[in-house]
């Protein structure tokens, strides 16, 4: 390994953060479980074993069942113009309607990325070619823009750079 990879990997680990490395069925097995337990974790996986989970937990009748829908291209313009985030890739997003009558969907997710780690962050993640990002039943809640209410209901996504958010189904039942 080189030493500029075993650096990084112990940079990591002395934050006190975990670097994993298995095969790809492992490493996908172990965040299957994660999300059967409800542990939370934000993870930097391979782009086969992003696709793995993708293709395992977001099924078509998951998707269905979420309400999650192509970003439209109205709303990628207005993330466009307005967020400064150029290519956001192939990403499905819910919208959840806030007490005040607010929409938040994936927007309302990426403003709120950037008011939390930085245009730059939110930006680089997008851009990812040889990891991708995954959420795993996030701690995280989304808040409404308008009104600053934390949402009851969770905001989920999937995209390509942006592996998604995937909540256990018990954890989802009682959020609901």
């Known amino acids: 390994m080189e030493g500029s990879v075993l650096s990084a990997v ?3 680990a002395a934050t006190g953060k975990a670097v994993i490395s298995a095969d790809n069925s492992t490493v996908v097995g172990l965040i ?3 999300i059967r337990d409800g542990r939370s974790a934000t993870l930097y ?3 086969d074993q992003a696709e793995a989970i993708r293709s ?3 099924t078509p009748e998951r998707v269905k069942e979420r309400g999650l829908q192509l970003v439209t291209d109205d709303e990628r313009g207005k993330i466009r113009s307005e967020l400064g985030l150029e290519d956001i890739g192939s990403f499905y997003s819910n919208r959840v ?3 005040c009558g607010h929409l938040y969907g994936a927007f309302e997710f990426l403003q709120q990325g950037i008011r939390e780690h930085g245009r730059e962050t939110v930006s ?3 851009s990812l070619k040889n990891s991708a990002l ?3 039943n996030p701690s995280i809640v989304a808040e409404c823009p308008n009104c600053s209410q934390t949402l009851l209901r969770g905001h989920e996504y999937v995209s390509q750079g942006y592996a998604g958010c995937c909540r256990d189904d018990e954890m989802l039942a009682r959020d609901h």
């Open 56 to 58: 395992w937990y977001w």
């Open 45 to 47: 996986v391979t782009p």
């Open 124 to 126: 680089r993640i997008f």
């Open 10 to 12: 112990e940079a990591v």
């Open 134 to 136: 995954l959420r795993i």
């Open 32 to 34: 299957k479980q994660m």
């Open 97 to 99: 309607t806030c007490e």
